[in-house]
């Protein structure tokens, strides 16, 4: 039996209240964007696609290796954006500035650790972001200015730790996903 995989780092409380008020904000966008929930948030490092069960002992076994000297670190949460741009955005996220090497060498590992695995490859340049909705609908006439508003937003800066990493199962259903942890890794 085939489980949908990824591997994440948590956000902190203070991140997840960010969150909350942010999408607060974009109240204008409601009908027009599936927001995460900010329990369900989180910095995805490796997302392995389908893999069958039989082969997650050998995933958590090379991320278990990968892993073990990488120190733990911080990383700050701040700006906004949007992929893939602004005249037509499939995803408003939340940005990471200091920190964001970290990740992005953590994913380069894992990548390069279960390249032989069967797991899905990444082809494109990893970007540390948080997720905070996927937008169903946009008009760009009509909600420029909103999007203009979303990306000019400003908060203070959140601070989150990376101690550990977590293998999460995800089931997709059509009010969001769930996710649940299989494993976590600990970061020295």
Not at 98 to 110: A, C, I, P, Q, V
Not at 159 to 164: C, L, P, S
Request: include cysteine; hydrophobic fraction near 40%; charged fraction near 25%.
């Amino acid at each position: 039996m085939n489980k949908r995989l990824f591997i994440a780092v948590d956000v902190s409380e203070q991140t997840r209240s960010l969150i909350r008020a942010i999408q607060s904000e974009l109240h204008f966008f409601k009908n027009n964007i599936r927001f995460i929930s900010p329990q369900n948030v989180h910095v995805t490092l490796k997302f392995l696609g389908d893999v069958s069960s039989d082969q997650i002992l050998p995933v958590i076994s090379k991320v278990e290796s990968c892993v073990s000297s990488f120190q733990n670190f911080n990383y700050i949460c701040e700006g906004t954006g949007v992929f893939p741009n602004i005249k037509k955005p499939r995803v408003l996220w939340l940005g990471i500035t200091e920190g964001s090497e970290n990740l992005r060498e953590l994913s380069w590992k894992l990548n390069d650790s279960l390249r032989k695995l069967p797991v899905q490859q990444e082809d494109k340049e990893y970007r540390s972001h948080i997720t905070l909705g996927r937008v169903k609908h946009y008009n760009y006439r009509e909600n420029n200015l909103n999007l203009s508003n979303f990306l000019a937003m400003k908060f203070e800066k959140t601070i989150n730790n990376v101690a550990e990493m977590v293998l999460y199962e995800s089931f997709l259903r059509p009010k969001g996903a769930i996710y649940k942890a299989i494993h976590k890794f600990k970061l020295k």
